[in-house]
């Protein structure tokens, strides 16, 4: 097993049961493997913690410059942008999992960061679709908001998010919200 089957196995654990579940011992054995194969990777389950924050934080700056290089047009930017970050289930889950562990100063950092890169990638968005830079401010923190409130009633209380006939059209309601 290498570092980064040890980091991915951990990154589910965690977009399942948040930080809180990340245990050496429920770990390798979801691995199938011997807990002594984690030490030969990381010194105790902080310095994996730390590990898995900094492969996290890699994995969305990835996602972030594919995003930007595979699109030409704002509009489509944008809402490709808000709705592969509300329906990638991985992603949402782990970035709420950070939004509860805000204590943790290592674990708020990159919690922050990632808050900034989807309001830098929203305002962006807005400024390329002719907004002025204090109005595209404004509606970044609005976007991202309406995300963040949207990913927490996906996953706290699916039942009372309105169903639309489906989730396409839940998102076609609300890139309505997001447009200029």
């Known amino acids: 097993m290498t570092e980064e089957d040890w980091l ?6 965690v977009a399942e049961g948040g930080l809180k579940a990340l245990a050496i011992e429920p770990l390798a054995k979801r691995m199938g493997i011997s807990k002594g194969s984690f030490y030969w990777h990381f010194k105790n389950r902080r310095a ?25 047009d704002p509009e489509t930017f944008l809402i490709s942008t808000f ?9 949402k889950c782990i970035f709420l999992a950070l939004s509860n562990e805000l204590k943790d100063a290592e674990v708020r950092a990159v919690y922050e960061k990632a808050v900034d890169r ?4 929203f305002h962006d968005a807005y400024v390329a679709l002719g ?3 204090k109005q595209s401010a404004q509606k970044a923190i ?12 996906l996953l706290d209380t ?16 609300v890139t309505k919200l997001i447009l200029p």
């Open 8 to 13: 991915d196995a951990a990154l589910q654990v």
């Open 48 to 72: 994996l913690l730390l590990e898995l924050l900094k492969f996290w934080d890699s994995i969305e700056i990835d996602f972030q410059e594919r995003l930007l290089a595979e699109s030409n």
């Open 83 to 91: 709705t592969l970050l509300v329906e990638d289930d991985t992603n």
């Open 118 to 121: 989807r309001i830098k990638l």
């Open 131 to 133: 907004m002025d830079k």
């Open 142 to 153: 609005i976007t991202f908001n309406l995300y963040l409130g949207l990913i927490k009633s």
């Open 158 to 173: 699916p039942e009372k998010v309105p169903k639309l006939n489906g989730k396409s059209k839940l998102m076609i309601a």
